[in-house]
């Protein structure tokens, strides 16, 4: 097999060998070469000590000398290379006790989390496959090198990877894989945060985020969304829904474009709904107020993942709205517009449009034909520019002062009075009127 690889990675590797040493381009841009895909970086690895590469080569940085590393600058790259390493024993599922460095590709090889990621190229060997990397995407298998529990125990988030991959990669897991997933799903509680975040948004913008259904089956999400445990746990009997709280959600999901605000979005619009659930006489399930609680809670969680103010913003915003059902008419989008903010349409439409099509038949002509009337109100405002917000006022609070109006609340009053019927009546959003009947 054939690896084009970069200019500057073959150099690297060359200049290693030239100077007695093995050198490999290693893992995933080796797995995203065979599937035709565009690697986002090239990781090198050696048999060469970190000192012994820094003295090949003039420009480096100490990137991670204690796990052998070393980031070495071509140009304007840079490129990490790493020594063969063995790793010791793991206490806290994520850092070995001891790192040893090592001459032998395999026992290299041997520490890495899975097959696909596990194989090594240069244009002298060729591909060095000794795990079965290859026959597994050929497969279309994500599996464990070695023995998945060993591999799982050195970093737990690794048990999140094999969904990730499967997910990005349509894949499915090897059994054995699967098995000791389930085993050591509660070792996924000594995570970060930070790091678990980063593979969950990497599954939701993947053309599978379905898989976090699988996820949950594995015991994962108990770990880090148990919110979402009970979503699945929770029924909808009623007209509008076809399925359970949790597979509207990840339908949901599924519906909407590949952006991560969007789908976090449709992730969490319903996450509220169990604790909402009340059933009536005639046994129709309602979840009365389920937006406010959804909004709440997406807060929460979104803040307990260490998501940044920006993003738990637009999303609590989108969940708080996801259920707005707007009568047709410029009025009612004008006033939607002022209440939920005109910055976040249209992106609400795609959260509406989701939400919708997550939902059963019922009604379902009847809602498409509502939403589609609402976004030509909203584009026939925004063509006619038409006023939704104070700064869309044609008065301001200087003009008022330069009437005679004290500051203070009373300015505010006056321009929210101003709005109210500008909001109503767009015609009426002209200075001189406006001054003359407020003033």
Known sequence: MKIDLPVRVREIIEELNKAGYEAYAVGGCVRDSILGRIPNDWDITTSARPEEVKRIFKRTVDTGLKHGTVTVLKGKEAYEVTTYRIDGEYEDSRHPKSVEFTANLREDLLRRDFTINAMAYNDTDGLVDIFGGLEDIEKKTVRCVGCARERFTEDALRLL????FAAQLKYKIDEETVEAIKELAP?????????IRSELDKILVSDNPAILKTAYELGLTAWFLPELDECFKTPQNNPHHCYGVGDHIIKAVECIEKDRVLRL???LHDIAKPECLKTDEKGIDHFHGHQLKSFDKSKEILRRLKYDNDTIDKVSRFVRFHDERLEPGCIYMRRAMNRIG??????????WRADLEAQSDYMREEKFIRLEKNIADYEEIIRQNECVSLKDLSVTGKDLIEKGIPGGPQIGEILNKMLEEVIENPESNNKEYLLGKYV
């Open 161 to 164: 990877r094999a969904i990730r």
């Open 187 to 195: 070792s996924l509680q000594k995570i970060s945060a930070e790091r």
């Open 265 to 267: 979005s449709m992730l």
């Open 342 to 351: 005109s910055d976040a349409f249209p992106e609400i439409f795609k959260i």
